[in-house]
């Protein structure tokens, strides 16, 4: 059984040819074979599976349902979580798209030199656009831009 969120989750993450018989992708069926094989303080440690892709994280988490008895039964938790605290729109709107760009690398938390890196700017330039954005954001330093992006994207 699948719900329709795991079910678009996993079309948008794999081809069909990566799948088995089942419909389970072939990656997730070795490791479920390989923990249904261990003792469960085998499986601390074992019981994900998480890749990068572009900014977010693939995660399947793999849970054994209890059973009174025969075979085991497992659930699989399948998720995306994004890499970075996303900018809230109303932050957004305060800054010009190359200071976005900007604060997307500091909510990655990333450091001035890698954001210059990423953005092809010098690190100076960068230096230059972050004290913009704490003045534009009134936010202090880094701590207090991602405190307050993480509570602005918190639902009401």
Same mark, same amino acid.
């Given at each position: 059984?699948?719900?329709p969120? @795991?079910?678009?989750?996993?079309? !948008? *993450? ?9 419909? $389970? /992708? +072939? ?5 479920l ?7 469960p ?9 998480v ?15 209890? @059973?009174?008895?025969?075979?085991? !039964? *497992? ?9 970075? $605290? /996303? +900018? ?11 200071e976005v760009r ?55």
């Amino acid at each position: 059984m699948r719900t329709p969120n @795991a079910t678009a989750l996993l079309e !948008r *993450w794999f081809n069909p040819s990566d799948l088995d018989a089942s419909g $389970i /992708p +072939l990656a997730f069926k070795e490791q479920l074979e390989a923990l249904m094989h261990m003792a469960p303080d085998e499986r601390l440690g074992k019981d994900s599976w998480v890749r990068v892709h572009d900014d977010r994280y693939r995660a399947v988490h793999f849970m054994e349902l209890p @059973a009174p008895e025969g075979p085991s !039964r *497992w659930a699989l938790k399948i998720e995306e979580i994004p890499r970075s $605290i /996303p +900018l809230p729109e109303a932050m957004k709107r305060k800054l010009r798209p190359s200071e976005v760009r900007v604060v997307t690398g500091m909510l990655t938390n990333w450091n001035d030199r890698q954001i210059a890196s990423e953005l092809g700017r010098s690190h100076h330039t960068v230096k230059t656009h972050v004290k913009k954005i704490f003045s534009k954001l009134g936010v202090d330093d880094r701590a207090d831009l991602l405190y307050q992006a993480a509570h602005l994207n918190i639902p009401v």
